[in-house]
């Protein structure tokens, strides 16, 4: 069997895991369980992947184990995640996200939305994986952008890896540009 570099990535962190790693228990629902896990198991590996906290999810809850600031970033990922799934609308304080300091956003062109998260999001999600970031759209808010209408992506990780993510959403969103024009 092939493993990812990722995954063994994650798995060598999982392995080193010290005394400063704690567990945590988040209740959820039977929908919220099966969203969590995704097929396969790729929603779960996904946040896992992103937050660096092992994730164990169950029938009611899910445990999370890893130091405060996977925790942290776990818990965020979970939150966002499971808002996502009635349709996109997410309900946290975009200012207190946008003043975090693993946070980078970009407007995006609303006719290059669609073509940045790829069908049923494929290509965002690759994107996340490929760079170990966790990204999303503010849906709700549409913003006046040097393109027209714009909707903001976030980009939350440390500084390389967000920083690799945001310049290929550039290039992807560059490309869509120039192959309107043609």
Known sequence: ??????????????????????TETMPLSDDEVAYLV??????????????????NIDKDSAELTGTDDALERARLAIKITLQ??????????????????????????????????????ATLRKMEEKHRVFMFFDNDRK??????????????????????????SEEVVNFKDRKSVV
Do not use: W
């Open 143 to 168: 913003r006046d952008g040097k393109h027209g209408p714009s909707k903001r992506l976030y980009i939350v990780g440390p500084d390389r890896a967000r920083d690799s993510a945001l310049e290929e």
């Open 38 to 55: 995704g097929r396969g198991g790729q929603t779960k590996f996904r946040l896992e992947n992103f937050s660096l906290a092992r994730l």
């Open 84 to 121: 996502q799934r009635n349709g996109g609308r997410i309900d946290i304080d975009f200012q207190d996200m946008e003043e975090r300091k693993d946070v980078e956003t970009l407007d995006v062109p609303v006719p290059a939305v669609g073509f940045l998260l790829g069908s049923k999001g």
């Open 1 to 22: 069997t092939t493993t990812s570099p990722a995954a063994r990535c994650a798995a060598l962190h999982f392995a080193n895991l010290t005394m400063s790693t704690r």
